[in-house]
Each structure stands twice: as structure tokens, then as C-alpha cells.
């Protein structure tokens, strides 16, 4: 299982047109093959800051969804509202409480 964290910084006057871009993809994100988790956060002192937090299968099935439509589609119309150079990590999950 890899984990995909992926921080971006938006323009503050194009958060509201992320948030409804994301809502209008969220599901065919989460529902690509391989993708078993998706949350976004919203950082709590600088609101224009979010965090994607993913679960995949494997690395193929992540690139496979970088190298998807969706990615390309959804991409193009997000990176033109950036404030800052997004930031990405792939981790391995090594211990998980409930």
C-alpha cells in the first residue's frame, strides 16, 4: 500500500474554485482503479493551504492515474490557481491505530 501526500498552496481569491473542483472530481478520483482512500485537509492557520492524502494499491496504480485523463483534466485547471510549487510524498504506511 503506498500513501500519497501532496501538499498545494493556493491564490486565497481561488480557494472556493478549488474546493468546488475538487468536489465536482472527488469520487472519480477515489474511485479509480487502485485508489483505496482519499481525504483532503485544510491547514487550520493558513486557509489557503490543503493537503490531498491518498491510499493506492501500488505505485503502478498511481501512475497509471497521473497518466489518466482525469489526472490531466483535473491538473490543468487546478495548477493555473497555485500560490506556491505544490509538494508531493509517496510513504509506506508502517503502523496504523484505531
Given amino acids: 500500500m503506498l500513501v500519497r501526500i501532496v501538499k498545494l498552496t493556493f491564490q486565497e481569491n481561488k480557494v472556493e474554485d478549488f474546493l468546488a473542483?475538487?468536489?465536482?472530481?472527488?469520487?472519480?478520483?477515489?474511485?479509480?482503479?487502485?485508489?483505496?482512500?482519499?481525504?483532503?485537509?485544510?491547514d487550520k492557520e493558513k486557509p489557503s493551504v490543503f493537503f490531498t492524502y491518498s491510499y493506492w494499491e501500488s505505485e503502478n496504480d498511481l501512475e497509471n492515474?497521473?497518466?489518466?485523463?482525469?489526472?490531466?483534466?483535473?491538473?490543468?485547471?487546478?495548477?493555473?490557481?497555485?500560490?506556491d510549487k505544490p509538494v508531493a510524498w509517496s510513504v509506506d504506511k508502517i503502523v496504523s491505530l484505531e
Fill in 21 to 42: 473542483n475538487f468536489n465536482k472530481n472527488k469520487e472519480r478520483i477515489r474511485n479509480f482503479d487502485g485508489c483505496r482512500f482519499l481525504e483532503l485537509y485544510r
Fill in 65 to 83: 492515474y497521473r497518466h489518466s485523463e482525469l489526472f490531466k483534466s483535473v491538473w490543468k485547471t487546478t495548477k493555473a490557481w497555485f500560490a
